[in-house]
């Protein structure tokens, strides 16, 4: 009997991370075979600058996760960040059809459709995501699925998340030179909600913030559904700069002081100072965020810090002060055995594989979403890659 192999990978500015599970029946989780992370190069903001340098590192982090597995794995679930993710939202209002006045799944894919066409230009962008956020009929909210309510008018307001195309194929090229077929592309924040927030944080309002080496991401829920996604291009390796520069000393001792902050460094004082700033920061920016959505201060699970940069000392009390929200850390939640099975390997503790976990549970098919919705932005994204195919050498 086939093994069911499934593979998440992460393709990060300055760390390529992956991770090779398998489902076995009658486990709830999948068992983890190998977790490995090595640096990437030719990558920067997320998207590709060197191509030959790009497969270079993603086949070299194939190979070695492979040989830690003891299996070969020919597809992979493949996450996307960078500057160029972006996030939209629509409205669409169509009369039903049905002469009962009952809605259809007809309906639900017209609306959607509509919601599509209101988009203002997006031009040299690749909707990966198309995700209803509310329902009303008449005018009055639907709590639940609209299919099999009756009315005479059906309004839906969608959330996409957008890709620059051309990033999304570089990507794609690079990991399938590198030996793999893509089976599914997933937004870097989506998949990584999958895994580190629950149900009951994504019905009562939270966002998720990724702290990476150049970039910080951050994905809003509410009533269970995601409403924002923003991408901002700053994060951990700033930090390091200014340590090199306020300090006077070289980039690499600086990135050893960032790491080994709680250690006996020089200049503590002068240190936090430093680093605390320039999470002010970046903190600013999703408070502005926020406010944009009008969010800011109403999301009663607060803000769930991930990524490579969630380690920085003092992460929270900042984000607790500057947001004026609840904050932690999402640590306790990549080592949770309800949603991965580690089965007496070495847990980890480095929140910069979230995405990659994500990304198995997608393809465990374990998704939050669910119904037509979830049916809808499945078959998006494999005609994007389908479509993208038709280019590629």
């Known amino acids: 009997m086939a093994r069911n192999i499934i593979a998440g990978i992460d393709v990060g500015t300055s760390i390529i991370r992956i991770i090779i599970t398998e489902q076995r029946k009658g486990e709830p989780t999948p068992k983890v075979l190998s977790f490995h992370q090595c640096p990437s190069a030719g990558i920067k903001h997320g998207y590709i600058i060197d191509h030959n340098e790009a497969v270079s590192s993603i086949k070299k982090c194939i190979s070695e996760a492979q040989l830690k597995a003891g299996v070969i794995i020919k597809q992979v679930y493949l996450g996307i960040g960078g500057i160029s993710l972006d996030s939209l939202r629509s409205k669409g209002v169509v009369m ?177 100072d430093i680093i605390e700033a320039r999470l002010h920061d970046i903190f600013e920016l999703i408070e502005n965020h926020l406010r944009k959505i009008g969010r800011n201060g109403l999301l009663p699970a607060g803000i769930i810090l991930t990524g490579s940069g969630s380690n920085l000392f003092s992460l929270e009390e900042v984000a607790k002060y500057t947001l004026k929200l609840p904050a932690k850390i999402g640590l306790n939640t990549i080592n949770d055995p309800k949603k991965v099975n580690f089965q007496g390997q070495n847990q980890l503790n480095d929140l910069g594989f979230s995405v990659a976990y994500g990304l198995c549970i997608i393809g465990n098919n374990e998704n939050e979403y669910g119904g037509i919705s979830h049916e809808i932005t499945k078959k998006t994204k494999n005609m994007v890659i389908k479509y993208l195919r038709i280019f590629l050498p």
């Not at 988009?119 to 009303?136: A, D, E, G």
């Not at 592309?185 to 939270?206: C, R, Y």
């Open 96 to 272: 039903i059809s049905r002469a009962d006045n009952e809605v259809s799944e007809y309906d639900v894919r017209r609306a959607m459709s509509q919601s599509e066409d209101e988009l203002p230009s997006i031009i040299n962008r690749t909707i990966l995501h198309n995700i209803p956020i509310n329902f009303k009929i008449d005018g009055n909210t639907v709590f639940g699925r609209p299919i099999g309510m009756k009315g005479k008018r059906l309004e839906v307001e969608m959330l996409f998340i957008t890709i620059m195309t051309q990033h999304l194929d570089d990507l794609i090229k690079a990991v399938e030179e590198a030996g793999l077929a893509v089976n599914d592309v997933t937004a870097s924040p989506v998949a990584e909600s999958h895994f580190i927030l629950n149900k009951k944080q994504k019905d009562a309002g939270v966002v998720l913030a990724n702290i990476g080496a150049e970039t910080v991401s951050i994905i809003v829920f509410e009533e269970g559904y995601p409403i924002s996604m923003a991408v901002f291009p700053i994060g951990s390796s700033h930090i390091t700069n200014d340590i090199a520069l306020g300090m006077k000393i070289p980039i690499e001792e600086a990135e050893g002081m960032k790491i080994n902050y709680n250690e006996d460094v020089p200049q503590k004082k002068k240190l936090g």
